[in-house]
Nanobody, 117 residues
Framework: QVQLMESGGGSVQAGGSLKLSCDVS????????MAWLRQVEGMRREMVAH???????FYADSVKGRFTISKDNAKNTLYLQMNSLKPEDTAMYYC???????????WGQGTQVTVSS
């Protein structure tokens, strides 16, 4: 069973930075995809960043140029470096694993990011 545990969330002022981490167990990074999604209560989930098994990345337009997704296969850890944070980045951030880059998804419990103006 794939298990994911996010950390690194918190409260920062606009313009600040945070780095989220996601420790993953029982998962093969070399053949799977991973992503960070976020959700504000009562609103739709938003794909923030995605990384393929070959390292290719995709970013939502709202975070392009400010956020960077990366992974450390040796440590089984996914990261999201968030710079120049804005109040509209406030949300619960979730780490998601897609074995074989297919439709099966495994989610972490989420970590809250709050950006004040």
């Amino acid at each position: 069973q794939v298990q994911l545990m996010e950390s690194g969330g918190g409260s920062v002022q606009a313009g600040g930075s945070l780095k989220l981490s996601c420790d993953v167990s029982q998962y093969t990074y070399t053949t799977g995809c991973m992503a960070w999604l976020r959700q504000v209560e009562g609103m739709r989930r938003e794909m923030v960043a995605h990384i393929d098994s070959d390292g290719s990345t995709f970013y939502a337009d709202s975070v392009k140029g400010r956020f960077t997704i990366s992974k450390d296969n040796a440590k089984n850890t996914l990261y999201l470096q968030m710079n120049s944070l804005k109040p509209e980045d406030t949300a619960m951030y979730y780490c998601v694993a897609y074995p074989g880059c297919g439709t099966t998804q495994y989610w972490g419990q989420g970590t809250q990011v709050t950006v004040s103006s």
